[in-house]
């Protein structure tokens, strides 16, 4: 999803809605759900209705665009920061 916002950002962030409706609009709410119901199945004790939108927050074209095109960071930090903050999340891995 990160790599596929930062290769279409011009056209992400011109799709963005004005602030009133940013976490209203139906393709939002749709993202935000199936995130909620995989953080369910990942932490079921957790408050996942929450803990959506900050997961969500870092797949934002314009933060990605500020990240990358006015900070210089590479797409590849963001991603291992991305990994890294759902890995935090989720918890560890199950032993095996």
Do not use: K, N
Request: net charge negative; glycine share 4%.
């Amino acid at each position: 999803m990160l790599r596929r916002t930062s290769e279409e950002l011009e056209l992400q962030l011109a799709a963005e809605p004005e602030a009133g409706r940013r976490f209203t609009s139906p393709p939002r709410r749709v993202l935000r759900h199936h995130v909620t119901l995989l953080l369910r199945e990942a932490v079921p004790d957790a408050d996942c209705e929450v803990l959506a939108h900050p997961l969500m927050a870092q797949l934002d074209p314009a933060l990605i665009h500020h990240l990358i095109r006015q900070c210089g960071m590479p797409l590849e930090r963001l991603e291992a920061a991305w990994l890294d903050l759902v890995d935090r999340v989720t918890g560890p891995p199950p032993v095996r």
